[in-house]
Structures are given as C-alpha cells and as structure tokens.
C-alpha cells in the first residue's frame, strides 16, 4: 500500500484542454460541446456518460478552464485505479497513525479546495465508500481517516460514469441518491461511430500534431484508407483513432497514409471486439431519434414526420431508450 501512486494530476490553467480543443462538426457532440460551456458559467455539480475513449477529460478540463474557479486546483482522479483499500484515504486523507506507516496527509478533496474535482469513472467506486461520499458532498465537511476534526472543504464535483446511466443503476453499480445528488447537470457523449463525419477532421488533425511532434512530412490519408477509418465501428473511440495514426508516423515519415498501413491495426481489432447485433441496432436506432430531436428542437411531432414513424411510435420508442 504505502508504494502505491494516487494518480492526481493538479494540472495548471494553461496546461488545460479548452472548447476550441474539441473537433467536431457533430450534432450531437455540438451541442454536448454546448451544454458543457453553459455548464462552466454555473456552480452545479456535473455527470458525464461517455464510453472510454470519447473525450470526457477534454470536457471536464474545458469546463474548468472557463469557470470562476479556473485559478484554483483541477484535480482528475480515475477511481477505476485506486485499490480498494485505499479510496477513503485517497479521498480524505489520512492522520499519522491511523493505520500501520501512515502519515497526516491531505486528500484529493482538501488538495483542490476551491476548485474542481474531477472523479473519472465513478461506477468504480465501492458502494460503501459511495455513502460517506455522498454525505461529505451534502455536508461540505470531511474528517481525515483515524481524525476527528471536521474540515471544511469548497470544491466543484464533476464524475463520469462509462456505463450508460440506466445501467449504473439497474445493476446498483451507483447509489441512486449519490446518482441524483451529482446528476445535476448530465451530460452525453457519443461514440466515435456516432459522429463519423469527424472522423476525417480528427484524423486530419492528428497528422498535424504528429508532424509537429516528430518532424515529419505526412500529407494526409489515401482514399481507401478513409474509407477504412469510416466503415470501422471504433470500439475504443477517438483515443483509438489517435493511437492508430501515432502508430503509422513509427513507421513511415513521409507520403500519405495508405490502407496498407493500418489494414493489420484494423483488422487485429476487429478481431478483438465482440459486438451484439441486437445492441448495435439499438444504438444505431437511438442515434436517429437523438438526432432528430436535436434537429427539430425537441419537437416529438416534427421529429416523428423527419423519421416517418408515427408520433406515438417515437414516445414509445424514447421511453425505452
């Protein structure tokens, strides 16, 4: 225990991503994009739903960056690495003592007192750390483990879950009023094969920022590369993407990417993910009602007409999504 790393990063405000930092021509992601700025003008605690790989950091960081608190500490903890041992210190602290080689030390919360929180996959956490979570947040006050000293703390809350939110709570993966207490403002990011019209500008800015990194000279992608990139189904997300291109610059320094390049990249992970017919329907078909939603804003009569379903069949169709 005393040689594991808490994995806090206290970045500075210069070194935070921004909103221009985030690419998209997407709908759907612009007005995610959107309603995280609104989110950056107000105090209220924010939860994200976004498979791994989508961007959510980018987001938190924005949100920070432009809030009344972005001259005080952003702290980002992923609670998918603590060992479960030793969240409630990580969290709160610890007073000498407390337990065998432990030191009075300042947790995550103290750290970044007056500014954000920022607690990555927080379906992580176990549910009995969930409730003293949840009543540090309503009282906030904390006591370090073995210490008897309530301290006040003033920070903003930002989690993101990896599961969508009807799951975290059918499978009790989330307490429902820690759930509701964070889920002031929610946020949705779609996956990668929900936006593949970025997928050329993301890959275009990619090669830019790997040209500048290694020095080379990569002009761009062959057409039957791209259509490589747009008919795959991402199951790791932009992260991927990103990975994928870095991997190509090891190899060549000049010309064009070609399909030749990442064809065995493509296909080893093709291999490696298992997809649901059943789910990928779902998903594709919860896409087109997002979609036309947000294109005849909100409207539930002019987004039925947009899908040539009837109206009643769309009510039917968001109440099971």
């Excluded at 930092?21 to 989110?39: F, G, P, R, V």
Aim: aromatic share 8%; net charge positive.
């Amino acid at each position: 225990m005393s040689g594991f790393n808490l994995n806090i990063s206290n970045t500075k405000r210069k070194e935070l991503y921004d909103f221009e930092d985030i690419i998209t021509s997407n709908k759907l992601m612009l007005k995610a994009k959107k309603k995280a700025y609104e989110a950056s003008k107000r105090e209220s605690d924010v939860l994200i739903y976004g498979e791994t790989g989508t961007g959510k950091e980018l987001i938190v960081q924005a949100i920070h960056r432009n809030s009344k608190r972005a001259s005080e500490p952003f702290i980002a903890q992923n609670c998918a690495a603590i060992p479960k041992g030793l969240f409630e210190s990580t969290l709160f602290g610890t007073e000498k003592g407390s337990y065998t080689d432990s030191e009075k030390r300042k947790g995550i919360f103290e750290l970044a007192n007056g500014g954000t929180v920022y607690l990555d996959e927080l379906n992580s956490m176990p549910m009995e750390l969930q409730g003293k979570l949840l009543r540090v947040l309503q009282e906030r006050k904390l006591r370090r483990v073995g210490g008897i000293k309530e301290i006040n703390i003033d920070v903003r809350i930002i989690s993101s879950i990896n599961e969508d939110f009807e799951s975290v709570l059918k499978n009790k993966k989330i307490r429902s009023d820690l759930f509701f207490r964070l889920n002031i403002i929610s946020i949705e990011l779609p996956a990668l094969r929900e936006r593949k019209e970025d997928i050329p500008i993301l890959t275009r800015a990619f090669i830019d920022e790997f040209n500048k990194k290694f020095g080379t000279e990569i002009s761009g992608v062959s057409h039957d590369c791209m259509k490589c990139l747009l008919s795959y189904e991402w199951p790791g997300n932009i992260r991927e993407l990103r990975n994928l291109i870095e991997g190509v610059f090891n190899n060549k320094s000049s010309s064009s990417i070609e399909y030749q390049d990442i064809k065995d990249k493509i296909r080893a992970n093709n291999s490696i993910a298992q997809y649901d017919f059943k789910k990928r329907v779902q998903r594709f078909e919860k896409s087109l009602v997002e979609e036309a939603l947000v294109l005849n804003d909100n409207n539930i009569s002019k987004a039925a007409q947009m899908l040539n379903i009837p109206r009643q069949t769309l009510q039917s169709k968001m109440k099971k999504m």
